[in-house]
């Protein structure tokens, strides 16, 4: 195992990393924002808002309320001068319960110029919001435990240098403002294992320079807001072409990390961390009296099972649609879905510890292999924000929120990773004894299932579009999310919708079985060619509904899919799901959004081919059908986009020229004919030219523990 690489303990200084430089001249190519609108004279000002006035008029309650300085007092972490929550009080997302909260995500087609200002403002102000918690340097430059991400110093700075960069290919700005930050902040990471603790060592440079970077880049940002055509009176729909794309993207991506950031700092020491006084409050349930032995239908509720008929589903979103997207959401497929009970609401904490308290962790029976092998290495034996509370053994527990360890809260969802929520499914399936339905975690067409019907992939409008500018997603929508509160509520809070079913968006996201995959018709964007493309390896989940944090188009739209990895922590929890068995063959069909999902593929095609789960498979047979399934894949990825013809071992160079003279494409898997037709290239014939050759696996299966395979040549011919 690789030791964890150690970072510097403080900050570097100047003499390291000198500060931020000026860039002299900022702007777009094409246009320059008129003089008038460089500076906006500071807002009119009532008297200044006073913090603990605000805290206590929050009705949801906080564990603790008092302002705290911490690495400096809070009001000056804020860098949209010259207006910020302390000095407006009709700052985007400041409501009457004196907290900063998450707006409505902006209408791309009627959107004024200061609706997208406002909603700037409002993402850039949540990012310093939740900064101003840290209570050290400690904070900023120490890793997580686990070494797998960098240390937070990275994420207060890279949706900062997001901006410049993506705004730079896009045409808006002409250079960098800083280009040592900009190298040092661009890439994050995506731990490839849960083992893999290498990370370069890296110099972080000061907070007062990260600061002095981000009023410098806010300032250039706005001017161009505050200029640009696009955003005129009556302007046409902003869509993937048009050059302002870039900036929403770089406002939907720092919304991203700032529920990156929020898993992050609950994984820290929570000395680390205070509340600050304008960050939503825990929802009011965490105060209450809580059992340290929880019972079923006290401490949390019961969960049933649920009927839903299945369907056809649609997924993908339009072009058209008048919101931003990431180019996952592009694209469109439609499956149909057979019927399948699910859970009335995410699997609960109490839930979750009938599973612990059975040594649920300590039985490989319940794991896939990749599973335990997480466990083990992690010696994992409860979810990883519990906090024992007791005697080994005695399985009694507090729980790390956001800030602060409380009290157990047995009835919010149970915040765990894939391999925990799948390891559950098959102890509740071996718990109940059913032979006739298999327990798993939902779908993405599932999820899709279980909504009302506006809320699919469709056109009519999408609840984030709806909010009002004096309310919450709680509120309006009976969702807990777009940072209405800075913890998860009890699974049976909000209401249920007409299925019966709790939480479809909000409070957690819900792992799902199928890998993160192209929609037929998914394209690259330019300004952001890699978002998506190196998570189509079979590798990464997708997660569906959004959490807490969640805010803007990932996740709290209802278009949202996002994608993570098996061992990796998210505001996350789970579902169960239940397929009926087919008796004769044993097998049950699980349909997923990645079946024979189209190209681009990361490597070797790696997504599923067929929807029908075999039972009780031996570990041979599941291993050779994973390799015919590879082998298909190879096969599949070298013909892609190719209409041919193929031409049996024993046809003759004749029978290979009359295909080719009818026009069609020739697939040829004999080494003989090959080298005649190579031969022909060789000798200037002229009618008739090789395409494509490669070496691909052929698999005779002999029986269901033993197969052959060869490799052998295939090459692909037309007329020349």
Not at 23 to 52: C, D, F, I, M, N
Not at 375 to 404: C, E, I, M, V
Not at 567 to 577: E, L, N, P, S
Request: charged content about 20%; aromatic content about 10%.
């Amino acid at each position: 195992m690789l030791s964890i690489t150690a970072f510097p303990r403080r900050f570097v200084t100047s003499n390291k990393r000198h500060c931020v430089r000026a860039l002299s001249s900022v702007g777009p190519r094409g246009y320059a924002p008129p003089k008038e609108l460089r500076r906006q004279p500071p807002a009119q000002r009532t008297q200044q808002v006073h913090v603990r006035a605000l805290a206590a008029a929050q009705p949801a309650v906080a564990i603790t309320i008092e302002t705290r300085d911490g690495l400096q007092p809070e009001a000056d972490w804020y860098t949209t001068a010259p207006r910020t929550p302390f000095n407006d009080p009709a700052f985007p997302g400041l409501l009457e319960d004196g907290c900063l909260h998450s707006i409505a995500m902006p209408n791309l087609a009627t959107c004024s110029r200061q609706e997208v200002l406002d909603y700037f403002d409002n993402t850039w102000a949540l990012t310093d919001m939740i900064f101003s918690s840290f209570q050290n340097e400690e904070a900023f430059v120490t890793p997580p435990p686990h070494g797998l991400r960098h240390p937070m110093a990275f994420y207060y700075g890279h949706p900062t240098c997001f901006y410049v960069n993506k705004f730079r290919l896009a045409g808006l700005l002409p250079g960098p403002v800083d280009p040592a930050f900009e190298d040092l902040f661009e890439v994050g990471v995506d731990e490839m294992r849960w083992d893999d603790m290498s990370k370069n060592e890296k110099e972080w440079p000061s907070l007062e320079a990260m600061q002095a970077y981000r009023r410098q880049v806010y300032s250039i940002i706005k001017d161009i807001i505050s200029a640009h055509p696009e955003l005129a009176d009556g302007h046409a729909p902003i869509t993937p072409a048009s050059q302002t794309w870039a900036l929403f993207m770089a406002l939907e991506h720092d919304r991203i990390h700032l529920e990156t950031s929020s898993v992050l700092m609950q994984e820290h020491d929570v000395n680390n961390f205070k509340m600050p006084a304008l960050f939503p409050k825990y929802h009011p349930s965490a105060t209450g009296v809580r059992a340290k032995v929880p019972a079923e239908g006290v401490d949390f509720p019961s969960n049933p099972l649920l009927v839903v008929a299945g369907g056809a589903v649609h997924l993908g979103k339009s072009v058209d649609y008048p919101s931003f997207g990431w180019d996952n959401e592009y694209g469109a497929k439609d499956v149909e879905v057979g019927p399948f009970r699910a859970s009335a609401q995410l699997v609960s904490n109490g839930e979750f510890w009938q599973f612990v308290k059975d040594s649920g962790y300590l039985n490989p029976a319940h794991w896939s292999t990749t599973g335990w092998a997480w466990r083990s290495f992690r010696n994992t034996k409860w979810p990883s924000f519990w906090r024992p509370d007791g005697p080994q053994g005695s399985h009694q527990y507090k729980l790390r929120a956001l800030f602060d360890e409380i009290p157990m809260q047995w009835d919010w969802p149970a915040q765990v990773n894939l391999h925990e929520a799948q390891a559950f499914c098959k102890w509740k399936q071996a718990r109940d004894g059913l032979s006739d339905e298999v327990y798993h975690v939902i779908t993405e067409p599932m999820h899709h299932l279980l909504r009302e019907p506006e809320e699919r992939a469709n056109a009519l409008p999408d609840a984030i579009q709806q909010l009002p500018a004096a309310a919450t997603m709680a509120a309006t929508a009976g969702r807990n999310t777009n940072v209405a509160f800075s913890s998860f509520s009890p699974v049976d809070a909000m209401p249920a919708n007409s299925h019966g079913f709790r939480d479809v968006f909000g409070n957690a996201w819900e792992w799902c079985e199928d890998h993160m995959s192209p929609l037929p018709g998914f394209e690259i964007h330019p300004v952001y060619d890699d978002f998506t493309v190196p998570c189509f390896d079979g590798e990464h989940h997708i997660i569906m509904g959004g959490s807490y944090m969640s805010s803007g188009d990932n996740g709290a739209s209802k278009f949202a899919r996002y994608h993570f990895r098996p061992h990796f922590f998210q505001h996350a929890g789970f579902r169960v799901a239940a397929s009926p068995v087919d008796a004769a063959t044993q097998s049950y069909e699980l349909v997923t959004s990645c079946i024979n999902a189209p190209e681009p593929h990361a490597k070797l095609n790696p997504f599923r081919t067929a929807s029908t789960v075999q039972l009780n498979a031996s570990n041979a047979s599941v291993f050779l059908t994973k390799l015919d399934q590879q082998a298909d894949a190879a096969w599949r990825d070298f013909t892609a986009g190719v209409s041919l013809v193929e031409i049996p071992a024993t046809a003759s160079l004749a029978d290979a020229m009359e295909v080719l003279a009818h026009g069609e494409m020739l697939l040829v898997t004999d080494e003989g004919l090959s080298k005649e037709l190579r031969a022909s290239v060789d000798g200037n014939r002229g009618d008739v030219a090789l395409v494509k050759e490669s070496w691909l696996p052929r698999i005779e299966k002999e029986n269901d523990c033993v197969s052959r395979v060869a490799m052998i040549p295939a090459s692909i011919w037309k007329r020349g």
